[in-house]
């Protein structure tokens, strides 16, 4: 295997996208260990990658969040936020954390919620005497929470490769985005009175309201999309296409869609929704080689050699997650790792659900996470600060999310309490 990964890092190091870098590394693999005929069944195996019902709700989630962003909603989402926070000392900073929880609720990606806030909020956070580098900081961090706040792309993804239950999954994502919201909170209003940040006037009453009356159709979208799915009403495909229709009616009912920004949101949602899937079918590539040698269960016999403890492999596995979300996006990961992922569940005996939003939170965390954490390097490029302040300022942000993983990860009760609740 060695030969796959040395052409696959070089193909990475020239700048050949992953997606291509997966697809020839795995073809090259199988002529290079003599299983030249066997490259004649990965057209097969790439269909059979996407040619799944339930992969749908990735283009209709991604299409929901966009006629929501081109409608005008994640300036009604900072305005909601700052009405609730915007108040309090250094207020902006809790808008921005406040605006991630709720934006992720609606796009599921991290890096569409740092790229559509942070053009927004690290300006406002610098005008309100913030440094700049805190401000993208805070935006790189707290869009972590876009994956695992419901709906979420990556947890769909995780879905589909192990079999667990996306609404399940859905539910689970509720408690580890509320406890790195809290963290975020409570680091931004100790960092507020250390540094001594403004307070910016408390809107009014009249004010509160109406900017609550213009963002609640949004906010209410996971709840119809949860209720939905765990009442049995529809699917997660079905929750998907029900996501869209709602995103065109609040669109169209206040007046901020038009046919123009509709096509805008198509067409984006199909750049995206395309390059996800075919990163999906050239990873059902490695997957079929990593099966024909057997990698999962080397892998799991190498750390076995180690340590037998399950508490040590899961520490392992974690800082393994983590170190790999640093450089590869986290569908990417999820796709190279899923059997070996797997493997490992049955090692350690962990509830599927629990593990997956362990899994997940891993993963996202690593696009946050110094050197090369994609989210920082959007923020840094937003604010204009360079990389290395912003990582100085990133880094008790990400201890915190780090601590949250722990919690999940050691504490199964707490991400399976809504899931268990609501059964």
Known sequence: MSSFFLIFAGFLATGVPIALALGIAGTAYLYLSGNGMMALMLPQRMIAGVDQFVLLTIPLFLLAGALMNVGGVTTRIVTFARAMVGHRRGGMSSVSILSSGFFAGISGSATAEASALGSILIPSMSKQGMPPAYAAALIAVSS????????????????????????????????????????????????????????????????????TRRTLPALILPLIILVGIKAGI??????????????????????????????????????????????????????????????????????????????????LLNIFLLILGMFLEPISILILTMPILLKFQALIGMDPVQFGTVVVLNVVIGMATPPVGILLFIASAISGEPVSRVIREALPLVGICLLVLAVIALVPQVSLFFPHFLN
């Open 144 to 211: 972590v929470m876009g994956p695992i706040i419901p709906p979420s792309i990556t947890m769909i993804i995780y879905g589909v490769l192990s079999g667990a239950s996306i609404g399940q999954l859905f539910l689970a994502g509720i408690m580890p985005g509320i406890g790195i919201a809290a963290g975020l909170l409570t680091y931004a209003s100790w960092r507020a009175r250390r540094d001594g940040f403004p307070i910016t006037p408390k809107m009014t009453g009249r004010e509160r309201l109406a900017a």
């Open 234 to 315: 529809f699917t997660p495909t079905e929750a998907a296409a029900v996501a869209v229709g709602y995103a065109l009616i609040i669109g169209f009912v206040y007046r901020d869609l038009t046919v123009q920004r509709v096509w805008e949101a198509l067409i984006a949602t199909a750049l995206v929704s395309t390059s996800i899937l075919f990163i999906t079918s050239m990873a059902s590539i490695v997957s079929f080689v990593f099966t024909l040698e057997q990698v999962p269960q080397l892998i799991a016999d190498a750390m076995l050699s180690l340590t037998d403890n399950p508490w040590m492999i899961l520490l």
